[in-house]
């Protein structure tokens, strides 16, 4: 089946940059849209950054300026790089994949298990 793996999660001070990496492992031809979504305490999951294959990048409007999403189709990976954190940002980061094409189907709508950053001083 289809795997995705984050890493790079974890504690860093106000102003400072954490560089998250989530990998898709499976036998995969291609996915459409890898994104980033973000579940702060006694919040909903929200829309961080995603990008489509062909590149197209969107952003939710508090990181904008701030962080950068960035792909690697090849090795079916996508990439966060978080600058100028903010105490706001504390959060479970999940990677998502939606429209993961197979041998002989296509996957909606993958989570990985998530990884903690947290923005304190």
């Known amino acids: 089946q289809v795997q995705l793996v984050e890493s790079g999660g974890g504690l860093v001070q106000p102003g400072g940059s954490l560089r998250l990496s989530c990998a898709a492992s499976?036998?995969?031809?291609?996915?459409?849209?890898m994104g980033w979504y973000r579940q702060g305490p006694g919040k909903q999951r929200e829309l961080v950054a995603a990008?489509?294959?062909?590149?197209?990048?969107n952003y939710a409007d508090s990181v904008k300026g701030r962080f950068t999403i960035s792909r690697d189709n090849a090795k079916n990976t996508v990439y966060l790089q978080m600058n100028s954190l903010k105490p706001e940002d504390t959060a479970v980061y999940y990677c998502?994949?939606?429209?993961?094409?197979?041998?002989?189907?296509?996957?909606?709508?993958?989570w990985g298990q998530g990884t903690q950053v947290t923005v304190s001083s």
């Open positions: 998502n994949a939606d429209q993961i094409r197979l041998l002989a189907r296509i996957l909606y709508n993958r």
């Open positions: 499976g036998n995969i031809f291609s996915i459409n849209a």
């Open positions: 990008m489509t294959s062909g590149g197209i990048a």
